[in-house]
T-cell receptor, first 109, second 111 residues
Framework: GEDVEQSLFLSVREGDSSVINCTYT??????LYWYKQEPGAGLQLLTY?????DMKQDQRLTVLLNKKDKHLSLRIADTQTGDSAIYFC?????????FGTGTRLTVIP | KAGVTQTPRYLIKTRGQQVTLSCSPI?????VSWYQQTPGQGLQFLFE???????NKGNFPGRFSGRQFSNSRSEMNVSTLELGDSALYLC??????????FGPGTRLTVL
């Protein structure tokens, strides 16, 4: 079955860039997603990338996709304390999403 | 445009009871998906409905069921609650399947 893996924790200093990594197994996934979850809240869709793209940029967010290695990354430029949250990558299935374990990003002031 | 709403936000039940959770999708969205989030298992897909039909189902026991109404609102039901059913239940709606927008979730505690 689908298996999406992420490292559990990441700490960065305010103003630095954060890079959150993800590996997935299903090469037939059409879309790959990044979601953000703050404490006590649902999931917020940050961005997504079509599987035939290598890169997508959206303001402070840059998504890189290496389809050969099945590796997805999310770069957050100029990380702020408000970016502290859990970040999930997900791959598309048949009308559903398969999520990674989530990476808890802590931004140190 | 209003987002996905879920009611209630919090529920406390005891083992053996049943529970019904409700989800109202974004206006115009016809697909509604349900996910369970627990610290141990993470985010797991329960089922997806489109135009009142279940299109896809995750690997959960038959105690978990759902339905969708003609106005696209969806409910999920869990019967004979177990302690392990304690979780955050998230609903997501989608227009064309590409982007899924999540509600705030219903936090279910089973005592």
């Amino acid at each position: 079955g689908e298996d999406v893996e992420q490292s559990l924790f990441l700490s960065v200093r305010e103003g630095d860039s954060s890079v959150i990594n993800c590996t997935y197994t299903d090469s037939s996934s059409t879309y790959l997603y990044w979601y953000k979850q703050e404490p006590g809240a649902g999931l917020q869709l940050l961005t997504y990338i079509f599987s035939n793209m290598d890169m997508k940029q959206d303001q402070r967010l840059t998504v890189l996709l290496n389809k050969k290695d099945k590796h997805l990354s999310l770069r957050i430029a100029d990380t702020q304390t408000g970016d502290s949250a859990i970040y999930f990558c997900a791959e598309s299935g048949a009308n559903n999403l398969f999520f990674g374990t989530g990476t808890r990003l802590t931004v140190i002031p | 445009k209003a987002g996905v709403t879920q009611t209630p936000r919090y529920l406390i039940k005891t083992r053996g009871q049943q529970v019904t959770l409700s989800c109202s999708p974004i206006s115009g969205h016809r697909s509604v998906s349900w996910y369970q989030q627990t610290p141990g298992q993470g985010l797991q897909f329960l089922f997806e409905y489109f135009s009142e039909t279940q299109r896809n189902k995750g690997n959960f026991p038959g105690r978990f069921s759902g339905r969708q109404f003609s106005n696209s609102r969806s409910e999920m039901n869990v019967s004979t609650l177990e302690l392990g059913d304690s979780a955050l239940y998230l609903c997501a709606s989608s227009l064309a399947g590409t982007e899924q927008f999540f509600g705030p979730g219903t936090r279910l505690t089973v005592l």
